[in-house]
């Protein structure tokens, strides 16, 4: 397997040399443009569909009255449809930040080229993409961000990227942040259908130009970690708005992977909107306003949200534990996994199929033409693509995992390898 990898690595390299100086070229040539043609033909046909589908609202956009290009827009990431939701209410083309595993498919290259989207490494630093922002500045265009570098998984906000305010401070331009209400309750992350209840956006000036002359980076970071802060139950818990839709607890397991009664993990399983455990038969049933409930006994979490904080605090002891022990043996282990092997936007490669097991120092990947290992602190760029699929950087390859199982969660091995890497930082 090392040779096989080793063989697709220095192809990709070959490609790469041969490719790099006139890709490079090209790039310096190429404007990201987004027509406005385009987004009036958008607004008028995807935006009036998701419109009408999520129930769209949108509040405060006399914002906008006064606001001319170049500005930020700046939101919590809830969902695939982001860009189209806020788009749809906003007066001038948004040229979005995407991660660059979008771009990888020639189709989807051409399509978010025509609606000038900017690509972007998932967390790792990218000074083409900060460079290609300037010019988009300096065009008077509309920049937009998703701060959080991830969508979440259960309704809350996540921790502001802290390189964004360094980003905001040195292009000293007006930031807005729209607050979506109700979108992941109407779009989960972890469901394949989604539901019909209330999205809302409500459009705020977070800065001027001159607040940001005048604050700190640390003090734009707090401010904006601030004004991005959001709980979808919070919210719920006041409006109760049903979301209503088939088989609402279907996939559940993607992001909940511990039952709270045996504490095993990967054992939950979902069908229609019973949730539970095939183990210890605990069970829960999800209703039309996103909580837990039970007739016959007490729930043990009533939202997604408490049920996965108690499960990373529960996993990090876990792991803890393992680690104390010296532990050797496999943690945790899933079959029917594929792996790629590739580099930023370039097309990912089949490399093998086989099981992923994790350690405490570490995963394994075993194929039939033998194993990769990939040590903690060789692992960089560590994220969870759409459509589940594990991706991160090990010495300059950028490797995929995938389950043939659409059950099988790969937030859960999101969640062991990043507390493994924070015991192994201390």
Same mark, same amino acid.
């Given at each position: 397997m090392e040779d096989r990898i080793g063989k697709i690595a220095r192809a990709r390299k070959r490609r790469k040399s041969r490719r790099e100086s006139r890709r490079e070229s090209r790039r310096e040539r190429r404007q990201i443009r987004a027509y406005r043609w385009l987004n009036r033909l958008l607004k008028l046909t995807l935006g009036k569909y998701l419109t009408i589908r999520y129930n769209l609202k949108a509040y405060n956009l006399t914002v906008f009255e006064n606001l001319k290009p170049p500005y930020i827009m700046m939101a919590n990431h809830s969902c695939f449809w982001d860009p189209f939701i806020i788009s749809n209410f906003v007066p001038d083309p948004i040229y979005f930040v995407v991660t660059d595993a979008s771009f990888r498919s020639p189709f989807m290259r051409f399509l978010l080229g025509l609606v000038g989207s900017i690509p972007k490494t998932k967390a790792i630093s990218d000074f083409g993409t900060v460079k290609q922002i300037m010019e988009i500045k300096r065009r008077g265009g509309v920049i937009g961000i998703f701060p959080e570098g991830h969508n979440t998984w259960d309704g809350h906000s996540l921790p502001v990227i802290y390189a964004t305010a360094k980003l905001i401070k040195h292009l000293k331009i007006p930031v807005v942040i729209p607050e979506k209400r109700g979108a992941f309750l109407s779009i989960p992350r972890w469901a394949k259908k989604n539901r019909r209840g209330r999205i809302t956006l409500d459009f705020k000036l977070a800065f001027t130009g001159e607040e940001i002359e005048r604050l700190s980076t640390d003090e734009i970071y707090t401010r904006l970690s601030g004004f991005l802060d959001y709980n979808e139950y919070e919210f719920q818990r006041k409006e109760m708005i049903p979301y209503k839709g088939k088989d609402l607890a279907e996939y559940l397991e993607l992001v909940l992977f511990i039952c709270p009664e045996c504490k095993s993990i990967g054992s939950m399983y979902s069908l229609g909107r019973?949730?539970?455990?095939?183990?210890?038969?605990?069970?829960? @049933?999800?209703?039309?306003?996103?909580?837990?409930? &039970?007739?016959?006994? /007490?729930?043990?979490? +009533?939202?997604?949200?408490?049920? *996965?904080?108690?499960?990373?605090?529960?996993?990090?002891?876990?792991?803890?534990?393992?680690?104390?022990?010296?532990?050797?043996?496999?943690?945790?282990?899933?079959?029917?996994?594929?792996?790629?092997?590739?580099?930023?936007?370039?097309?990912?490669?089949?490399?093998?199929?086989?099981?992923?097991?994790?350690?405490?120092?570490?995963?394994?990947?075993?194929?039939?033409?033998?194993?990769?290992? @990939?040590?903690?602190?060789?692992?960089?760029?560590? &994220?969870?693509?759409? /459509?589940?699929?594990? +991706?991160?950087?090990?010495?300059? *390859?950028?490797?995929?995992?995938?389950?043939?199982?659409?059950?099988?969660?790969?937030?859960?091995?999101?969640?062991?390898?990043?507390?493994?890497?924070?015991?192994?930082?201390?």
């Amino acid at each position: 397997m090392e040779d096989r990898i080793g063989k697709i690595a220095r192809a990709r390299k070959r490609r790469k040399s041969r490719r790099e100086s006139r890709r490079e070229s090209r790039r310096e040539r190429r404007q990201i443009r987004a027509y406005r043609w385009l987004n009036r033909l958008l607004k008028l046909t995807l935006g009036k569909y998701l419109t009408i589908r999520y129930n769209l609202k949108a509040y405060n956009l006399t914002v906008f009255e006064n606001l001319k290009p170049p500005y930020i827009m700046m939101a919590n990431h809830s969902c695939f449809w982001d860009p189209f939701i806020i788009s749809n209410f906003v007066p001038d083309p948004i040229y979005f930040v995407v991660t660059d595993a979008s771009f990888r498919s020639p189709f989807m290259r051409f399509l978010l080229g025509l609606v000038g989207s900017i690509p972007k490494t998932k967390a790792i630093s990218d000074f083409g993409t900060v460079k290609q922002i300037m010019e988009i500045k300096r065009r008077g265009g509309v920049i937009g961000i998703f701060p959080e570098g991830h969508n979440t998984w259960d309704g809350h906000s996540l921790p502001v990227i802290y390189a964004t305010a360094k980003l905001i401070k040195h292009l000293k331009i007006p930031v807005v942040i729209p607050e979506k209400r109700g979108a992941f309750l109407s779009i989960p992350r972890w469901a394949k259908k989604n539901r019909r209840g209330r999205i809302t956006l409500d459009f705020k000036l977070a800065f001027t130009g001159e607040e940001i002359e005048r604050l700190s980076t640390d003090e734009i970071y707090t401010r904006l970690s601030g004004f991005l802060d959001y709980n979808e139950y919070e919210f719920q818990r006041k409006e109760m708005i049903p979301y209503k839709g088939k088989d609402l607890a279907e996939y559940l397991e993607l992001v909940l992977f511990i039952c709270p009664e045996c504490k095993s993990i990967g054992s939950m399983y979902s069908l229609g909107r019973v949730f539970t455990c095939k183990k210890c038969n605990y069970i829960t @049933f999800y209703n039309n306003y996103g909580f837990f409930e &039970n007739s016959n006994k /007490e729930v043990a979490f +009533e939202t997604i949200r408490d049920w *996965n904080v108690w499960q990373l605090n529960y996993l990090k002891t876990f792991l803890q534990e393992k680690k104390r022990q010296n532990c050797l043996e496999t943690i945790i282990e899933d079959s029917r996994i594929d792996c790629r092997i590739g580099y930023r936007d370039e097309p990912m490669v089949k490399s093998g199929k086989g099981t992923l097991q994790l350690y405490t120092d570490g995963i394994v990947f075993s194929a039939s033409g033998g194993d990769l290992s @990939f040590s903690i602190d060789e692992i960089t760029g560590l &994220n969870v693509q759409n /459509e589940e699929k594990l +991706e991160f950087y090990h010495k300059d *390859n950028l490797f995929r995992f995938d389950s043939k199982d659409r059950r099988v969660s790969i937030y859960k091995w999101y969640c062991c390898l990043k507390l493994l890497q924070e015991m192994e930082r201390g």
